[in-house]
């Protein structure tokens, strides 16, 4: 299968085993309307309120979707700051007897209240009026990574680095990895144990970082062969001002107006932040309802439906560096039977063999692009100045750093930084 011609650009860079990486994101804004404008002050939303305020439901058709799916029989390791397994809309959702010892210190204790509104994004029930999940019969396999909010030295070493976290998760029954952080530089580390999940046959999502504003850098591990990078859009479909961009943008989801735990705490959802986060646990939740249907399906498989049957307006061969293939539209596999697994061992992105194997199912319809559930937006028309609604730059109090020890060395060659362009679509 034919995938869009594009490359890549690494940030090649040797690193040490502990560096300083920063997290792609903080979750998203909460909206009462759609279309509204996205300035909206810093306030704590009631429990009871928080599912009014998740619009992208509607536009997915979730009460439709769930008729057919509702991620039963999936696991999703999420790969962040902790899940906390006491929320109401998380009891029961969280596995936290299946993370391997050795990466299991802390998993259930979140220190910010990031991973735990990505795991409810995933797969909360909603109970007791909490955030319901695009995925709510998935289960969730917890993974904490440090994070710079860690007061106590010890607490930091005892916590696992992102490199033993994927590796970690790989070994379990998950079958999709969900990475809601990032970092500017390449880690030998963590790009191996990306190749080692791949091989496992895992799907890994990341965020593709908040910082378009700003410097708009590469973000790893987004950028990762074998990952998919997911950017956040707006309620009109448009990318959002802070949602990083390039040839590493591979799918897009909602990443504006959508609640979060406020803190730690874990006593209020606010609607002050955003983030490519949010998109990505979206993304892993739409994954998650195709692969519960289609339960003898490949990573590669459930990956190339969600590329054919993503919302765009322009061509599939010439992807977006702001939207990539689109916007994730589950249902259209889900109702309308819409999407080609093709090739169970070639990976729909790189268009290159992998080495797992699986079903060969290659008799699904062929897909149509067209008749969008979601809003969409052309390349063209959405540079990242003119991207929907007032999202600042997340380089603020709402965006988390994993703290991994000394700070990461540049290698420099003729006065400037080693790069090298890697092929990411082929």
């Not at 987004?222 to 990318?239: C, I, L, P, Q």
């Amino acid at each position: 299968m034919k995938s869009g011609i594009g490359r890549r650009a690494r940030r090649n860079v040797r690193v040490p085993r502990r560096l300083t990486a920063r997290w792609a994101v903080a979750a998203t804004a909460a909206a009462a309307v759609a279309g509204t404008s996205c300035a909206l002050a810093p306030a704590a939303s009631a429990a009871g309120n928080v599912q009014a305020q998740q619009w992208y439901l509607d536009a997915m058709d979730a009460n439709a979707v769930w008729k057919v799916s509702t991620g039963k029989g999936v696991k999703v390791a999420l790969i962040d700051s902790g899940t906390s397994d006491s929320t109401p809309s998380l009891k029961g959702q969280v596995l936290s007897d299946e993370v391997p010892q050795k990466v299991a210190y802390g998993a259930t204790k979140d220190y910010v209240g990031h991973g735990t509104t990505m795991a409810e994004l995933i797969a909360g029930t909603g109970a007791g009026g909490g955030l319901k999940g695009l995925a709510p019969g998935a289960k969730i396999i917890p993974f904490r990574v440090q994070v710079s909010k860690m007061k106590d030295a010890a607490e930091q070493k005892k916590t696992a680095v992102p490199a033993d976290a994927i590796r970690a998760a790989a070994d379990t029954d998950a079958k999709i990895i969900n990475m809601s952080f990032g970092q500017d530089l390449v880690d030998p580390d963590t790009e191996a144990a990306v190749k080692y999940a791949q091989s496992k046959g895992k799907l890994l999502f990341a965020a593709v970082g908040n910082d378009a504003e700003k410097k708009n850098e590469i973000g790893y591990p987004a950028a990762y062969d074998n990952v998919v990078g997911v950017a956040a859009s707006d309620e009109t479909g448009k990318v959002a001002k802070f949602s990083e961009h390039g040839s590493f943008v591979d799918l897009a989801a909602p990443g504006l107006h959508i609640p979060e735990w406020c803190d730690a705490s874990l006593g209020s959802y606010c609607n002050d932040a955003k983030g490519t986060s949010s998109a990505s646990a979206l993304a892993s939740a739409s994954a998650a309802l195709i692969w519960s249907a289609h339960p003898d399906w490949t990573n590669n498989q459930v990956l190339r439906v969600l590329t054919e049957t993503a919302g765009r307006s322009w061509p599939k061969e010439r992807p977006s560096k702001y939207l990539g293939y689109g916007l994730v539209r589950p249902a259209r596999n889900l109702l309308h039977n819409e999407g080609r697994p093709g090739t169970a061992d070639i990976d729909p992105i790189t268009n290159e063999q992998t080495t797992t194997a699986g079903s060969g199912a290659d008799a699904a319809p062929s897909t149509s692009a067209s008749g969008s559930s979601q809003p969409t937006q052309n390349a063209s028309d959405v540079p990242a100045e003119a991207a929907g609604s007032e999202a600042k730059s997340s380089s603020d109090s709402n965006t988390l750093w994993i703290v991994l020890g000394a700070i990461a060395a540049v290698i420099v060659i003729g006065g400037g930084g080693f790069a090298v362009m890697r092929a990411r679509r082929n």
